[in-house]
């Protein structure tokens, strides 16, 4: 019995009919309901530097968002059940290293990518580890469920930033942008500036709450943040330009705090004397979700109704018209746009 | 002569310009002051700054010429004004430099090192080189009985690095690094050391040999980036391939590059060294190991009492640190000593030479 799959072209992608796999030891079988297209999936869409160079396999299986029912167990799985209804948490821990032992799996020394160094859930089925699957409380409907691993993102950057009581500006409203500013919100942030060069994103945005939008190619950096009650007590970056941090960082206010998300392509120049240690202000990287805290904290957000994230699913396709799914991800036309196998 | 004093003034916005003058008498404590007998003056970068008087001193100092440099000093209590419980005379006593303002929002809530409004003395206002000073009791800290009151100058400096340590706060880390071995580096050290950490590591260059020899006499580790793959050699020297936490003091691009590489997953950058200008990061190993680059600057309040506590407990250290101990008249020389790098810590004793056996040091 074959499944439908979207496997890489490096460059783009094409539809596939795989051999449904076996989950070995450790592992579930799923059947997957929705998934959604992240800016990972983009780079391996484009097929660019960076996808070129992490050791893709040709023809692996894209995609790790998704909302999927567990089908089949491996063996010595006993922590899930059939019919479960998961996310996965794509960071793989090896669950055996000083960081994986001390509250850090996230970030594990050995860690593995679920749809880099595994086949992806762009399929109708797939094989994931029992420990990266993310049970889905019941109130959760299954389209919100299928974005709660970059929601996550957003809430692990906001947590970081501390952003209670603080007026936080988050840099990008792409997914993980707007997702930080949503939780930024819901986490208590006394004011919440979204900045993109994309007014379609903007205005996605402000339909997620009361945040201000900022267009920075049409209001300057000094006008919009330079008088002491616009400063940002709280960064969080997420677009990886250069120009983006280089033009917001001075405005910082003292003690302040940016949270790292995005990925620049080269180096970022920043002035550290005059932005971070004068100020001292604290830079700190984020890189996922803790394992399981951010979790716990983004559905309790979810129960109180603190996250209103919907808006931000702008479009929906059938996996067989993923090529127009991608176009609309990547142009920034769309937030977030899933994917149904 | 009991009107006037001498001490050590810039005298104009020009190089050099360091002149030895006359000045009138300090004044008397009002309430909430003391006056102090200047005992001992560390000089350091800035003050070589404000020698040079570089773009960065010009722009940020808006002194009135004559400027009396010196913000590391100690001294004896001469005189103390009204209202003031925490000191007496003759009390041996160290100087936090930083006159904060107590109002605006930083010092509202105790992190008076990034107060909104506070002039340095020896940068803004007058400082140390000099032989009395009048000062604000709240900025004095009585010194152990045991430290030599040349080395209470030290207190300064070392309350930078004591600092650092507070705003990393992990005290559950084992091995530090600290990138840069100038006098900042050591006192980082001797106040690591004193914190507890079991494995300390100095990485220093080429031009560092002299005060890595010394570090090692103090009990350090240290290692030439320039000799050895610091990596393998950090491994070797701490049994782990990564630092728990690093202090980076050396403030160039290529040291806070190292200190970012050198730091654990997880683990925290104390960026105390002043970097120039720009420096480029590569973000990708902050955010993937999600690095934190922490801020440090200059020192609370709060900071000093424990500076005073550490203090008496390196003595040893510190005496090994101060190469030259000079007169007033003495301060262009040891301008030139650290100009030529030929010292580690100078300090100028004011009142030297009207005290009997100072010869023979
Ligand atoms: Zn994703
Ligand atoms: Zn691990
Ligand atoms: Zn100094
Ligand atoms: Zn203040």
Known sequence: MGMKSLITGAPGARLHTAAIPEPRQGEVLVRVKITAICGTDIHIFNWNKWAAGIGIKPGNILGHECVAEVVKLGEGVESLALGDRVCIETHIPCEDCSLCKNGNMHICENKRIFSLHTDG??????????????????????????????????????????????????????????????????????????????????????????????????????????????????????????????????????KGKVAMVGLYSGDVSLNLSRDVIYKEATVEGVHGRLMWDTWDVMENLLLEKKLNVRPAITHEFALEDYEEGFRIASSGEGTKVLLKP | MDNVMKAVAKVRSEYGSFEVIEVPMAKSPGDHEVKIRVETVGICGTDLSIYKWTETVAREYHPVFPLIPGHEFAG????????????????????????????????????????????ILGCHADGGLTQYLTVRAKNVFVLPANVPIYLGSLAEPLSVTVHALERVQQKSDKAAAIVGVGTVGLLQYIACKAAGYEDIVLFGLDSDQERMELAKRMGAKTVNIEKEDPYIAFERLTGQPKADVVFEVAGTNDSITFAIDLVKTAGKVAMVGIAASYTPIDTTKVVFAEK?????????????????????KIVPQLELLVTHRLSLAETNKAVELLLKRQCLKVVIEPNAESLAGREGR
């Open chain 2, 292 to 312: 934190e680059l922490i801020g440090v600057r200059a020192y609370n309040l709060s900071t000093w009492p424990k500076t005073m506590e550490i203090i008496g």
């Open chain 2, 76 to 119: 004896i209590v001469e005189e103390v004004g009204a209202g003031v419980s925490h000191l007496k005379v003759g009390d041996k006593v160290a100087i936090n430099p930083h006159i904060s303002c107590g109002i605006c929002p930083y010092c509202i809530q105790n992190r008076e090192s990034i107060c909104e409004n506070r002039p």
């Open chain 1, 121 to 254: 859930c762009f399929a109708e089925y797939a094989v994931v580890p029992a420990v990266c699957a993310r049970k889905v409380p019941d109130f959760i409907p299954d389209d919100l469920a299928s974005i709660l691993e970059p929601l996550g993102v957003g809430v692990h950057a906001a947590q970081v930033g501390n952003v209670q009581g603080k007026r936080v500006v988050v840099l990008g409203a792409g997914p993980i942008g707007l997702f930080s500013a949503c939780a930024s919100l819901a986490l208590g942030a006394h004011s919440v500036t979204i900045s993109d060069v994309k007014n379609t994103r903007l205005e996605v945005a402000s339909m997620c709450g009361d945040m201000h939008i900022w267009n920075p190619l049409e209001i300057s950096a000094s006008a919009m943040l330079g008088s002491r009650s616009s400063a940002p007590e709280v960064i969080i970056e997420t677009t990886g330009s250069n120009q983006a941090i280089a033009e917001t960082l001075p405005y910082l206010r003292e």
